[in-house]
Each structure stands twice: as structure tokens, then as C-alpha cells.
């Protein structure tokens, strides 16, 4: 039986949840929440509140395509209903967030996965090798130019409180993750001084990361370059790792792989069937899952300036 989703906020994010979604016999649109009546959702049916959304027992999974902040509090909700839930990302503006969504998904027995699609780029036999070790260095570009109107609009994108920040926990979210997924959890974040569109609104983020196995990340995220690219390079004494613009390079020991590109919608539609998967068996899912996110959002939450995130 297809799994039915009830996608909340249809912008930019949930139109793409739909779009992945539309070929998928896993599972499929049940409703759309959406508050803006101007926002056309095409023939989808349209749930008239958050509230009829949690009644509906077509919705067996809510996914959260709205900001980052007060999207903690909706996760809840939707798991005290029974839903499993799935959190676009950042998925939280915090560590305690975190922890507030995984509690209530315990309570509720439900899962809750997180749309870091890019984590399915990475095969098996890259996640088999232990990166997480002292020996190991990583260089981090992502670059994707913003004209400052994209930020300056009215709405939930010039509000830091809302969004967490601009290009780092939008963009550089997804390459920063994939970091975090082969070298562990963060211990300190040292940044450069970053450039602000509006206070609290990145451009540009430039830092390093030293991880609890010792592992290094000198990374750079940027709206202010015409020059598209998402780089992500792994040295250690045993092999590399590379992973340019969806494209996976590995040298493990004498033997070299290359992975081709895989569609960015194609990697959501990953992500959903992973989700079905976990409503029918009550698992979390295998490479989405919430807990995998602490790493980012502690880095994230630096960027911020929260301070004390790293524990």
C-alpha cells in the first residue's frame, strides 16, 4: 500500500517533495497544507488547516516544507497525532530541538527522517571506511550566487530567527552534512569573520572544523560568486574520498571508483522510499534519519552564534 504524505508548505521545497513523489509507487501526495491561498497546489488536494492535516487518516507521514524556526514544535504535534514525520532541512536550530523531536518520537513509536538526500550519494563501501580519524584533513566549497533580493524580500528568508542563517544552513547544509556523515560529530568551530547580508544572514561562511576523532574540515560556503560548485575532499593515510558537483571519486588503497551523478530528484525519491520503509517496519530509516543531523546543526548552530553547542 502507498504511504500517504500530507507535505506542509508548498514553496520552492514542497513542490519538489511533490515532484519526487509523482512517479513513486511507495508513495504518494495524500494533502498539501497551505496557508497562502494564492499558491496554486495544481490537483492536489488541499487540507484546510494544520489540524484537519493531523486528523486526516490518509496522512500517515507529515512533511515539514516550512522554516526551520518553530518547525520543532509542528514535528511534535504531528507525532503526538501518530504521524511519522519527515523535516526538510536544516531539520532543527538546535541540539535541544533535537532532542525534543526525538523524545517525542520515542513516545509516539513513529519515525522521523530528515530530506538530507545528498547522504544517499554516499555508496556503502564509502561509509565502510573509518574516516573519523586524526590523520585525516577535508577541504569543503560550496557556491551558489544569491542576488541580495533573494534574501532582502519580505518573508521568512530575511529573518534569521525564522530561516537560522542564509547560504550555510540552506546550501551549505547538504555538503556539510555529507562531512559530518564520513568524519562524526563536531568538537570546536572556528570561523573566519563572516559577511552578512543583514544581521544574522550569511553570504559568505568560512571556518574549520575539528572533529572529536581528531579529523580536520577547512570549509568554505559562498552566495557572492558567479561560479556554481559543491567540492568535498577527503584525505586520509589510506585513501580519498572526492565528491565534486554529485559526482563520487574514491582511492581506497590501489583501487580507484567513480559513482556517476544521480539526479537530485531522483535522491529524494530515495529518501521517501527509505521513509516508507521505516512506517512499515517501525525502524529508523537507514541514511536519513534524524540523529545523523546532530553534527550539522551543531555546526549550523556555530555559525549562528548559539553559543555552548558543542558538547
Known sequence: MSLGVGIVGFGVAGRQHAAALDPMPEAGVAAVLELDASVDTGDLRRAGSWRELLDDPDVELVALCVPPGGR????????????????EKPPAVSAAEIDMITDAAARARRPVGVMLQHRVRLPDQVLAVDWANPAVTAVLEVSRFRPPAHYRRTGWRSDPVAALGGIAAHLGVHYLDLACQVLGRPDTVTLTPTRQLAEGIDTRVTGTVVFRSGATLAFTVTAESTVRTERLQVLGPDGGLSITDGTVITQIGDTGRTWPTAPTAALRGEVYKEMAESVATGLPPRRCHLEGARAVTDILAAVAGEPAVLA
Open 72 to 87: 520543532a514544535g509542528m514535528a511534535v504535534e504531528a507525532l503526538e497525532a501518530g504521524k511519522a514525520i519527515l523535516l
